[in-house]
Structure formats: structure tokens, C-alpha cells
């Protein structure tokens, strides 16, 4: 077994001196001790010069003869030797060469593509037919509704719309809850299209009323992020014409057309909008249950006047 060894050593031996592929298979796959041993073995060296005859020894005494034994009882058969197995396991690295060795089929196996919708490739709301968080090729993330892009609610009070210049253009809150998507983001989509306004309204009683507006935009931060609004149809009158034209208001940017006080401070806390002198409606103003002034609170003046606050409210566009 052991000159099938070397044999089978040598004919890897051959293979690798003539096939570079084989060579990088045969180190992988013979990689046993018997088999490298071999293949490292070196030429045999020349046949050193006969020495001199030593002197004779002398002659030993005469061994006693031994009683020849008897025949032993049959042995129990043995497990196989280390030796055989390694034969086994070259007979399986030498297929496994011969499998690596053999060219690949040439059959063309047929090949399936998945395609996977992700909200990501939406380019807008209205061409989405799934509501929820979407986030737009620009990369904006939106709340989608029916068609719509919802960029203001109002729920409970759980976000403070208190805010400064900065955020009112950035935007704030969380998406699925209250949040205001920002006027810089507002702009952008409402800039080169012709777009519509929806707002919903409720009050503390679950009464809803609605506001269409067949045209609506807001300029840049350059211009002030003026409203364009037209075209009012519904059910809760058309408390935002009033304030078309008009530039956003915070408390430390007041764009409003009052001289003496600043409207986005003066009725029960901080709030951005578009006021005038001062308002009919301003959805932004401090969520509260019952009003602590005239005018404090969600307004939303021809449904419910200045005393009675809102409770929910969505501001939603869709563009062509």
C-alpha cells in the first residue's frame, strides 16, 4: 500500500510540474503528511566508496533449541489500519481532482430578476398607492395620504409648535404623529407645479369640517415663504384667503402687516403662520382644550370663531 502511496505522490508530482491549474488543486486536495513527504523526498545521492573490512569477531556459543509452540487460537479481526484509510482518502481527493479538472457545462441556466417596489423610488405622493411614511427621490420624508402629502398635523399637543425661524423652515415633530414637513420643503414642491390645498378639521366633539383650495404655493426663504392661496370650496369657510399674499411670521422674524405687536406672540404663546393684523386662522397656534383668550389656540375663525379652539387638524397638497 504504501508504493501505491508514493505512486499515486508521483503521478501528482507529474501533474503539477506540467498543469499550473493542476498544481493549485493538488495543494489544496493532497495535502497528507505521506503524500507531501514524498512529493518533498529528494534525488537519491551517489553511491559512497566501499570501506575497509573490519576484524572478524569471535565465535559465539551455540544457542539452545527451542520447543516449537503450538498453533494459537484464531484472533479477533482487527479495525483497519491507518494506512488503508489513508488509501481511501486519496482515492476520494484523486475524484474530487478530477472533478475540479473537468470543465464546466455549457448549459445556460435560466435566470429569474426580482424586482422590489421600495418607498424610495416614489418621486411624490400622488404616485404612491400606499399610505404612510414614504421618502421621496429628493430624499424628503413625507407622510402620504390618498394621493396627498400631508406637511401639517395636529393631534394632542405632544409636539411643541412654539418654535423659532429656523425650525418652522426646516421642519419638526414626527411624521406619523404631529409634525410640520417645513417650509423649505413646502416650497420646493409647490414651486414648479400647479398644486391643491386640503385642510381637515376637527373640534373637541368630533365634528369635521373640510377646505379645498384648487391653487396653492409658497414662495422662497428670499421672499419670505409668502402664501399663494385660491380657489376656496367646502364646508368650513375660507378662513385662509384672508392671509394670501402674506409672509411667514415666527417670533423672532415678525413679516406680519400689525405695527404695534407681533402676532405670532400675542395670543397665548409662540406659533408660525402667515398673519396679516392679525388673523382668521392659524392652525399652528398652542394646542389647548379650552381657550384662554380671544384667539388662543387652534383657529379656524368661519367654523368656530375666535373663543372655541380646534382640536385635530391636516394640511395636505397635491400637485399635477
Known amino acids: 500500500m504504501r508504493g501505491v502511496i508514493l505512486l499515486l505522490s508521483l503521478a501528482c508530482y507529474v501533474i503539477m510540474t506540467y498543469s499550473q491549474q493542476c498544481r493549485q ?8 503528511d505521506v503524500i507531501n513527504s514524498s512529493l518533498l523526498k529528494r534525488d537519491k545521492g551517489d553511491v559512497g566508496r566501499t570501506g575497509k573490512s573490519g576484524r572478524p569477531g569471535a565465535k559465539g556459543d551455540p544457542g539452545s533449541k527451542e520447543v516449537p509452540a503450538g ?27 478530477e472533478e475540479l479538472l473537468t470543465p464546466p457545462s455549457t448549459t445556460t441556466m435560466a435566470t429569474t430578476t ?3 417596489t ?9 404616485t404612491s398607492s400606499s399610505n404612510g411614511p414614504h421618502t421621496l427621490t429628493s430624499g424628503v420624508e413625507v407622510y402620504c395620504e390618498d394621493g396627498w402629502t400631508i406637511f401639517q398635523r395636529r393631534i394632542d399637543g405632544s409636539v411643541d409648535f ?3 425661524w429656523d425650525d418652522y423652515a426646516n421642519g419638526f415633530g414626527q411624521i406619523e404623529g404631529e409634525f410640520w414637513l417645513g ?9 414648479r407645479r400647479r398644486c391643491r390645498l386640503k385642510i381637515e378639521l376637527w373640534d373637541f366633539d368630533g365634528n369635521q369640517r373640510h377646505a379645498h383650495y384648487s391653487s396653492f404655493s409658497i414662495k422662497s426663504a428670499k421672499n419670505l415663504y409668502r402664501l399663494r392661496v385660491s380657489g376656496y370650496t ?12 402674506l409672509p411667514f411670521s415666527t417670533e423672532g422674524s415678525d413679516n406680519d402687516s ?10 397665548g404663546g409662540s406659533q408660525g403662520w402667515w398673519f396679516r393684523s392679525c388673523l382668521y386662522s392659524t392652525l399652528n397656534g398652542v394646542w389647548m382644550r379650552q381657550s384662554s383668550g380671544r384667539a388662543h389656540g387652534i383657529i379656524w375663525y368661519y367654523w368656530k370663531g375666535y373663543d372655541e379652539p380646534l382640536k385635530e387638524t391636516k394640511m395636505k397638497l397635491r400637485c399635477d
Open 25 to 32: 488543486v493538488l495543494t489544496t486536495v493532497c495535502n497528507d
Open 71 to 97: 498453533v494459537g487460537e484464531k484472533g479477533m479481526k482487527g479495525n483497519s489500519s491507518a494506512l488503508g484509510s489513508l488509501g481511501t482518502d486519496i482515492v476520494t481527493r484523486l475524484a474530487k481532482i
Open 114 to 116: 426580482v424586482t422590489t
Open 118 to 126: 421600495t418607498t424610495s423610488s416614489i418621486t411624490s405622493c400622488s
Open 162 to 164: 412654539g418654535r423659532q
Open 183 to 191: 417650509l423649505d420643503n413646502i416650497h420646493e414642491m409647490t414651486r
Open 234 to 245: 367646502g364646508n368650513a369657510g375660507d378662513s385662509l384667503g384672508y392671509h394670501n399674499g
Open 258 to 267: 400689525f405695527n404695534d405687536i407681533n402676532c405670532a406672540t400675542h395670543y
